[in-house]
């Protein structure tokens, strides 16, 4: 007897981009993590909770998160009852459709965008409508009105890079009746972002990482920010400690550094300007980005044949499985030293 729900069964999973054992040998391009280490009041943060000899570690962290969702409150500009922390985006992510969507009813995605999503949606038995893109990257026939339950809009959007304008996000939050859940794992690298938006609309659902601009992949942070009810939603479904101790120290001190935040953040843009003009110049199409990555096409359009030429000179870049992903690579920011290298490669391998 199959004991197994069908859909379980049958999926194929969510497969994240490789992380090498002798990850220290490697450029490692592929997964859009900080070349920079998180600031330096994070260790501090870790040391200070784990006390003398591990004593706070004995007991439980604070289930709500509660400092750090004031620290994100305070930051964000809401108040702690509109923000539910979260390990890392991905479990928000999780939540969000578990609340909104039951066996057999609706979501929707934008094709191409993170993958994940359609991984919960089938975890959930949840039906998905793919919304594609047009050449100048809108949404292609997406209705007037869409009575799905929810729709994962990610800008800036991944793998591409390129951001949605304000107005535009905001049309469709006037046209979806479900919610409009807005996936701003990128937005700290790009000149705008819409957060705003969830005071004005109430299916609005904004959600960041901590992964990305903050350094703190390793630790497993993320949040999202909506109307209080949804929030309140949110918080009966999470696992009741879903962030450890360590993991709640080091947000409110990564949070509280803004001076060290904005620093990484400005020089990872300032090389991704750098890079993007030098691949230009050596016949590389760049989709212009809002990221800490690029999505690129070589001259002969064969994404394969570069990745695993960069392969071989240990320098991991991210091959998509999507066919329609076939052309490119994305490849993550890294230290201008890396990404130097990575240039001086790619002139070699033509
Ligand atoms: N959303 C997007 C668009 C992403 O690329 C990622 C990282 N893979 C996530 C969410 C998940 O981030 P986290 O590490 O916070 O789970």
Redesign the pocket.
């Known amino acids: 007897m199959n004991r197994l729900r069908p859909n379980i069964r049958d999926m194929k999973g969510y497969v ?2 490789f992380q090498p054992d002798d990850v220290a040998s490697w450029i490692k391009l592929n ?2 993590e900080n070349p920079y280490p998180p600031s330096p009041r994070v260790v501090e943060a870790i040391y200070e909770e784990v006390g003398v000899d591990g004593a706070l570690l004995r007991t439980y962290p604070s289930a709500s998160s509660s400092k750090l969702r004031e620290a994100a409150g305070e930051l964000y500009g809401f108040d702690p009852s509109w923000i539910i922390m ?6 928000v ?1 999780n939540n969000l459709i578990r609340a909104c969507a039951g066996e057999g009813e609706e979501i929707a995605l934008v094709h191409p ?2 993958s ?1 999503y359609a991984t919960l949606a089938e975890v959930q038995g949840a039906r998905v409508r793919c919304f594609g893109l047009t050449d100048d990257f809108r949404i292609a026939d997406f209705p007037e009105r869409y009575e799905g339950k929810l729709f994962f809009l ?1 800008s800036p ?3 591409l890079g390129f951001a949605f304008p304000q107005e535009y996000v905001e049309n469709l939050a006037q046209r979806c009746s479900g919610l409009l859940v807005i ?1 701003e ?2 937005a700290d690298f790009a000149d705008a972002n819409v957060m705003e938006l969830v005071k004005k609309y109430d299916n609005v659902v904004v ?6 601009s903050y350094a703190l ?1 390793g630790m ?3 949040l999202a920010i909506a109307r209080p009810e949804i929030i309140a939603a949110l918080d009966k479904i999470r696992d009741h400690y879903n962030l450890d101790r360590l993991a709640q120290a080091a947000c409110v001190a990564a949070l509280q550094d803004q001076p060290y935040f904005r620093n990484s953040c400005t020089r990872i843009r300032e090389t991704r300007e750098w890079f993007t003009q030098e691949l230009i110049v050596i016949g590389y199409q760049v989709i212009p980005s809002q990221t800490n990555f690029v999505f690129v096409s070589p001259p002969d359009r064969n994404g394969k044949r570069v990745y695993e030429a960069l392969y071989g000179r240990k320098i991991l870049v991210r091959l998509l499985s999507d066919p329609l992903l076939a052309h490119g690579l994305r490849i993550s920011i890294g230290t201008r030293e890396e990404m130097e290298l990575t240039l001086a490669a790619l002139k070699e391998i033509g």
């Open positions: 994240p981009g997964t859009n979260a390990n890392g985006s991905d479990e992510l965008s993170y994940y990610t959007n991944a793998p996936d794992a990128y959600t960041r990482t901590f992964s990305k992949a497993r942070l993320g």
